[in-house]
């Protein structure tokens, strides 16, 4: 006879013990108990295995966490593709992450941004077609800031077997699996405070890929990841406000060297402060004696094209309404982020290319007279 027994773990069965008597006899009951009881140690065996295994992957991740701390910590001296590759580097040791990415909102750390740059990509069997390193994704006309607009910290995992029909949101994820050839996605907002820097994605080919333990720790280093990005872009603030109080002080020192030359000295004034202010254009015009016309005196513009229509050399108060004389006749700072302003309607074709967004300042006398802007 043939006597069989089960080997569980945590009340699910793992295996099977077969025993076969010899011909014609049959076990007897303390035979059957040893062969159950040889089953029970069988079964402790595996699950000590299987705990022991768990540990050492524990202990791995947090071995990998720790050295990922100590880096993020000096993140600031790092150049930030450094700490892309270590991102890299401890997420891919598990087989089926086939891809990584990081994107990063742009130009405001929010999930309501109107872009996502790709800032890292990597692929362990080859590139990522669909997107290249520097690409702008259209967050909000793919619709991707809506997935994150009731939960902005909260990972997604994208399953392809469980989208829908693929309409409204299902389209949108479905998107994402396309972009990354993937049958599953771990989504991982980069969040600290207040601020939303964009998201960590992995994805896989195979279905069902991630555990909940590789999340878990997926979700760890995009903690560290958000951590690293909102270092160094405080670093690059500080330095770049270094940069105008220096640049500040040069104007001072030229302004007060202003002599006959007046057009070439306003041009190496402007030079000074165009860089650390991140203009890449000015104009500066005196009022004529009528006051009623503004006249060029140092201009620079990045168009290099003849066929490019280049800022006016002058403008009349009346006729050219800009945000440039609509600043000598308010006597107050005119600010254009968009091509349609308030005050002056907007903008023409040409004229978004000429002026792109622009600030406009009246110069004016200590005795508040404007003398030009």
């Given at each position: 006879?043939?006597?069989?027994?089960?080997?569980?773990?945590?009340?699910?069965?793992?295996?099977?013990i077969?025993?076969?008597?010899?011909?014609?006899?049959q076990?007897?009951?303390?035979?059957q108990?040893l062969?159950d009881?040889?089953?029970?140690?069988?079964?402790?065996?595996?699950?000590?295995?299987?705990l022991?295994?768990?540990?050492?992957?524990?202990?791995?991740?947090?071995?990998?966490l720790?050295?990922?701390?100590?880096?993020?910590?000096?993140?600031?001296?790092?150049?930030?593709?450094?700490?892309?590759?270590?991102?890299?580097e401890?997420?891919?040791y598990?087989?089926?992450?086939?891809?990584?990415a990081?994107?990063?909102?742009?130009?405001?750390?929010?999930?309501?941004?109107?872009?996502?740059?790709?800032?890292?990509?990597?692929?362990?069997?080859?590139s990522?077609?669909?997107?290249e390193?520097?690409?702008?994704?259209?967050?909000?006309?793919?619709?991707?800031?809506?997935?994150?607009?009731?939960?902005?910290r909260?990972?997604?995992?994208?399953?392809a077997?469980?989208?829908?029909?693929?309409?409204?949101?299902?389209?949108?994820?479905?998107?994402?699996?396309?972009?990354?050839?993937a049958?599953?996605?771990?989504?991982?907002?980069?969040?600290?405070g207040?601020?939303?820097?964009g998201?960590?994605?992995c994805?896989?080919?195979?279905?069902?890929?991630?555990t909940?333990?590789?999340m878990?720790?997926?979700?760890?280093?995009?903690?560290?990841?958000?951590?690293?990005?909102?270092?160094?872009?405080?670093l690059?603030?500080?330095?770049?406000e270094?940069?105008?109080?220096?640049?500040?002080a040069?104007?001072?020192?030229?302004?007060?060297?202003?002599?006959?030359?007046?057009?070439?000295?306003?041009?190496?004034?402007?030079?000074?402060?165009?860089?650390?202010?991140?203009?890449?254009?000015?104009?500066?015009?005196?009022?004529?004696t009528?006051?009623q016309?503004?006249?060029?005196?140092?201009?620079?513009?990045?168009?290099?094209?003849?066929d490019?229509?280049?800022?006016?050399?002058?403008?009349?108060?009346?006729?050219?309404?800009?945000?440039?004389t609509?600043?000598?006749?308010?006597?107050?700072?005119?600010?254009?982020?968009?091509?349609?302003?308030?005050?002056?309607?907007?903008?023409?074709?040409?004229?978004?290319?000429?002026?792109?967004?622009?600030?406009?300042?009246?110069?004016?006398?200590s005795?508040?007279?404007?003398?030009?802007?």
């Amino acid at each position: 006879s043939v006597y069989s027994t089960q080997i569980s773990v945590g009340g699910k069965p793992i295996g099977q013990i077969e025993t076969k008597a010899p011909q014609r006899a049959q076990l007897s009951k303390d035979e059957q108990a040893l062969i159950d009881a040889v089953a029970v140690r069988v079964a402790l065996a595996v699950d000590n295995a299987r705990l022991f295994q768990q540990t050492q992957m524990a202990l791995g991740e947090s071995q990998r966490l720790y050295e990922m701390a100590r880096t993020v910590s000096s993140a600031a001296e790092l150049n930030i593709e450094a700490v892309y590759a270590l991102i890299t580097e401890q997420l891919s040791y598990y087989e089926n992450l086939d891809s990584l990415a990081i994107l990063l909102a742009d130009p405001f750390p929010s999930h309501l941004a109107p872009n996502v740059v790709v800032a890292h990509l990597w692929s362990r069997i080859g590139s990522i077609s669909a997107w290249e390193a520097g690409q702008r994704v259209p967050l909000l006309q793919q619709g991707l800031s809506a997935q994150f607009e009731l939960a902005p910290r909260s990972p997604m995992l994208i399953q392809a077997h469980e989208l829908g029909d693929l309409e409204g949101s299902d389209q949108i994820l479905a998107y994402l699996l396309r972009t990354l050839n993937a049958e599953t996605l771990y989504l991982m907002p980069l969040v600290t405070g207040a601020k939303w820097f964009g998201v960590l994605v992995c994805s896989s080919q195979t279905p069902r890929a991630f555990t909940e333990n590789y999340m878990s720790f997926a979700s760890a280093v995009g903690d560290q990841l958000a951590i690293a990005v909102e270092n160094r872009r405080l670093l690059e603030e500080v330095q770049k406000e270094a940069r105008r109080a220096l640049a500040l002080a040069d104007a001072g020192q030229l302004a007060s060297r202003i002599s006959a030359d007046f057009e070439s000295d306003v041009n190496r004034l402007f030079r000074a402060v165009s860089d650390p202010g991140d203009f890449d254009r000015w104009w500066f015009g005196v009022l004529d004696t009528d006051g009623q016309s503004l006249r060029q005196v140092a201009a620079l513009s990045p168009q290099e094209s003849g066929d490019t229509p280049f800022m006016p050399q002058r403008m009349n108060l009346k006729r050219d309404r800009n945000a440039i004389t609509e600043s000598v006749l308010i006597r107050q700072v005119v600010l254009v982020n968009e091509r349609v302003h308030p005050t002056f309607g907007k903008l023409s074709a040409q004229e978004h290319i000429v002026y792109g967004k622009h600030l406009a300042v009246p110069v004016m006398t200590s005795n508040e007279v404007v003398i030009g802007a």
